[in-house]
């Protein structure tokens, strides 16, 4: 049965959220797991829908797989399949990440193409070519991947972009690979250095992970590991936006402040007062808004693109004219539309959006079209007079652990309820994906 959140905003935020594992480091750490000999314990293990989706390919593996509170317990031994089926593919895209690990452990994968998604075509060619550096066989059959890599040799691969999926598939293969696998122009997120620390508790070899260049010297025997995933990053930024378009202060805990350095100066510029410590951060906004200078998405330690929606909806408060520049994803402005319903003024050419900040966004029946869209949607309906209804929840509740419960202890009157046939209609009527 679908939810939907009904916000009534206007109300300034007081409190503090502890914040969740990282999303985007725990599912490659879940597929690494596969590798390991032994039961591996991962810590601060988010409740959240690509999670599950990410813990049902372990289980249709052969793993076995238990949750403990916030940890989850997975022992690889009797992983008896090394394919993926289409159905639990198209649940989450970046389960693209198993190919390397699973390579890796059995010397065979398959699965389908992951396909594009909400945010544009989302191709593969990176971490296929890569793939194939390191000697593995890639049949592309009807829509799926038939990979064979029992004799993969480590050698030298240059990325030409920076792809956060495929420098972590490359370093899950190469770890199956013998000799030395040496990966330049890397990703440099933080997700990436969480990656090697838990390789390297598995007794992997991985260096060189947070700078362009990382090397892995693979053929390894990887052992039972327990490890603490990082804190989400995003989830931090998105809270912090809440707190700077609803006003008050509010404290995201347990977070790592340098990992979002661009966001607090954005909004520290917007006109929010921010102080961090060795742990957390707290944002505190009584002003208006101002607008800032141009916000550019890039590859980390850039903007993260996964910032920019939340943070376009702090933007359409603000006063003055805000530009974003999308430099990461084709499509990643979908919640503009949304955002226009409860009265923002942005416009939109190709890669670049205008926002232009009104002195007031108004309450009104929207609709999720992808993970951080949605979170932006949210954002902008606590600081929105009137009541607003969001639906589409199944986006939010891929990347954000029950946003109503931390919302509404920092006193947002918020409150999630099953859906009606009002809101399946509306959500028809707007056309997106967003069920
Ligand atoms: C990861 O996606 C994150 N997802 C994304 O977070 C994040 O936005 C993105 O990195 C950038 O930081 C996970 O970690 C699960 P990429 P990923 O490969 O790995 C192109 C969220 O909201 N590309 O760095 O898919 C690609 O089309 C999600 O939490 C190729 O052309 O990102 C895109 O334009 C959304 N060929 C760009 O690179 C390839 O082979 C960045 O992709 C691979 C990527």
Known sequence: ??????????????????????????????????????????????????????????????????????????????????????????????????????????????????????????????????????????????????????????????????????????????????????????????????????????GARVDGAGSSTIVIEGGHALHAAEYAVLPDRIAAATYLAAGAAAGGAVTVEDVCPEHLSTVTSILAEAGCEIRAWRDRITLRRDAPLRAVRPVRTMPYPGFPTDAQSPLMAVAARAEGTTVFVENIFENRFRHIGELSRMGADIKVAGRVAVVCGVPRLYGARVCATDLRGGAALLVAALSAEGESRLTGLRHLDRGYETPERWLAALGADIRRETETDADDTDRRAAGYACD
């Not at 075509?121 to 390191?134: K, N, T």
């Not at 004799?151 to 030298?156: A, D, F, S, W, Y």
């Open 1 to 202: 049965m679908n939810s939907a959140l009904t916000i009534r905003g206007g109300r300034p935020l007081h409190g503090a959220v502890g914040i969740q594992g990282a999303k985007n480091s725990v599912l490659p750490i879940l597929a690494a797991t596969v590798m390991g000999g032994g039961e591996q314990i991962v810590r601060r293990c988010p409740r959240l829908s690509d999670v599950e989706s990410t813990l049902r390919i372990l289980r249709y593996l052969g793993c076995r797989v238990r949750r403990e509170g916030e940890a989850v317990a997975v022992d690889p031994g009797p992983m008896d399949r090394c394919d993926v089926p289409d159905h639990l593919m198209r649940e989450m895209r970046s389960s693209v990440v198993f190919l390397g690990a699973i390579l890796a452990r059995s010397g065979e994968a398959c699965m389908s193409f992951p396909g594009g998604c909400e945010l544009g075509p989302r191709p593969i060619d990176l971490h296929l070519s890569a793939l194939r550096a390191l000697g593995a066989e890639i049949l592309e059959v009807g829509g799926n991947l038939i990979c064979r890599g029992h004799r993969m040799v480590g050698r030298e691969i240059n990325l030409t972009f920076p792809s956060v999926g495929a420098t972590e598939n490359i370093m899950l293969a190469a770890c199956g690979a013998s000799g030395v696998t040496r990966i330049t122009n890397a990703a440099h997120e933080p997700e990436i250095e969480d990656l090697q620390h838990f390789l390297q508790a598995m």
